[in-house]
Structure formats: C-alpha cells, structure tokens
C-alpha cells in the first residue's frame, strides 16, 4: 500500500501536519467515515489545495465511489493521520 491514495496523504501530513492543505485532505478522510449523512463536504476548500493536493481529494472521492474507503488498511491510515493532526 506504499503508493495508495491514503498512504499520499499521510506523507503529505507528515511533512506539514497543520498546513492548510494537509488539514483539508484530513478532513475530506474524516468525511468519507460519514456516509449516512451524505459525505458532506464543503467543495469550496478545494480552492485551498494545489493541483497535487485536489488530484488527491479526487482520489479520496473516487475510493469512496468504489466502497474502498473502509477495512484494516483504511482505517489504520486514518487512525495514523489523527495521531499526527493531534500531536503534529
């Protein structure tokens, strides 16, 4: 999984845990988890993000088209992403 979409992003948090574009892509995770409410996500952050940073959130959407956004792999990254958005 060392070239997957939510390994991409924890590099990207790791590098710089609180920047604008690591917090929207950590939020764009923590939204997927919530798909009885629709995923909502406010697509307007996506101005804040480069075009690395929206080729990402891009892969995120599509993962969860796919139903890939959950099992040992998914939820042991984003576990990874709270500890660094928290103790970054």
């Known amino acids: 999984m060392s070239n997957s979409v939510p ?30 409410a629709g995923c909502l996500f406010k697509l307007t952050k996506l101005r804040d993000l480069d075009q690395e940073g929206r080729q990402l959130a891009y892969s995120l959407m599509e993962l969860m088209a796919e139903g890939k956004n959950s099992g040992k792999a998914w939820e042991q990254a984003r576990q990874r992403m709270d500890e660094l958005i928290r103790n970054g």
């Open 7 to 36: 390994d991409a992003i924890l590099r990207q948090i790791e590098s710089s845990p609180h920047c604008a574009k690591s917090l929207t892509l950590y939020a764009l995770v923590n939204t997927l988890e919530h798909e009885a």
